[in-house]
């Protein structure tokens, strides 16, 4: 397979050929404002550096962090510097993973289970990082008679090692601290609470006690995008899930929180690139 140096050209590869792309990238892309792909991802930190901002949660980045995010997280990486930051991303499209599934093993398990104690990073020992990079190599490197089957093997092995240790990372009782700025981290909590009510900086500012330009600027700062960008990734995100379970146009609009159709069609065939009713469509399908 092919080792891209492109998020972008990734999830491009993955939802063209309905299964999975790999980009290894060492220099900066242009960073993407907060958004959301159909395609899961594995973002596997090689140097460290950054921040994850993932839904509502921050996230430091360490070398042999991964990170998992499913089609429907709003993400972005925050905190952004001038140096090099080496990372290995998975695009990964969502049904591939599905079918790979058993009855016995569920592969999507690290994908799908989101619960009060699901934390997006796994750190991964000297190890198990030695094990993600064979399997990434072991992928890129497959050529000739029989490539399919090995980069496909070495897949599946690759999401067996994942999966066993999101099991692990869900068992576990203690909470590890993701927060980053309390006041910041209070706002998106409020937001991603009251997310189908409509939410303006200035009640956010009143709510807070706080002036409507220091609450655009602590969230800038923290987050690196604006709080009414964050408000539209979420809700997109909440029609987009919606929408895949089924739900008609009508009932995400109204769930996601939109003020007005107009608003909520123009925002999501702009995020996701089809109308919300053809995104629909393509889900039955």
């Known amino acids: 397979m092919e080792e ?8 491009e590869h993955c939802l063209r050929k309905k299964a999975f792309a790999i980009a290894h990238l060492y220099k900066e892309e242009k960073a993407m404002d907060m958004h959301i792909h159909d395609c899961y991802e594995l973002y596997y930190s090689i140097s460290g550096g950054k921040q994850f901002l993932i839904d509502n949660r921050f996230y430091t980045i360490a070398p042999g962090d991964l990170f998992i ?11 952004i510097d001038n140096s090099v930051h080496e990372r290995i991303v998975l695009s990964i499209y969502p049904d591939f993973v599905k079918r790979l599934s058993t009855p016995d093993t569920d592969l999507d398990y690290c994908f799908s289970n989101r619960n009060s104690r699901f934390q997006h990073k796994v ?40 999966n066993s240790l999101s099991h692990a990372n869900a068992a576990e009782t203690v909470v590890r601290d993701y927060k980053y700025n309390q006041q910041v981290e209070d706002i998106l909590a409020y937001i991603n609470q009251n997310i189908g009510q409509n939410i303006t900086v200035e009640q956010l500012a009143a709510n807070f006690f706080l002036s409507e330009s220091y609450i655009c600027r602590i969230f800038k700062q923290a987050t690196g995008t604006t709080i009414n ?8 995100s909440i029609a987009k899930a919606h929408l895949n379970e089924g739900d008609s146009v009508g009932t995400a ?33």
């Open 123 to 162: 750190s991964l020992d000297k190890s198990a990082q030695r094990r993600f990079l064979y399997y990434i190599s072991k992928i890129t490197s497959a050529n000739g008679y029989a490539h399919d089957i090995i980069e496909q093997a070495a897949f599946l092995e690759l999401l067996v090692m994942i």
């Open 69 to 79: 995010i499913n089609q429907y997280e709003s993400h972005k990486l925050t905190q």
């Open 229 to 236: 960008k964050y408000i539209t990734a979420r809700r997109i």
């Open 4 to 11: 891209l140096n492109s998020c972008k050209t990734a999830i």
């Open 253 to 285: 609009f109204e769930k996601s929180g939109f003020g007005d159709y107009s608003s909520f069609f123009k925002a999501f065939t702009k995020a996701v690139g089809v109308s919300p009713k053809k995104y629909a469509g393509l889900s039955v399908s």
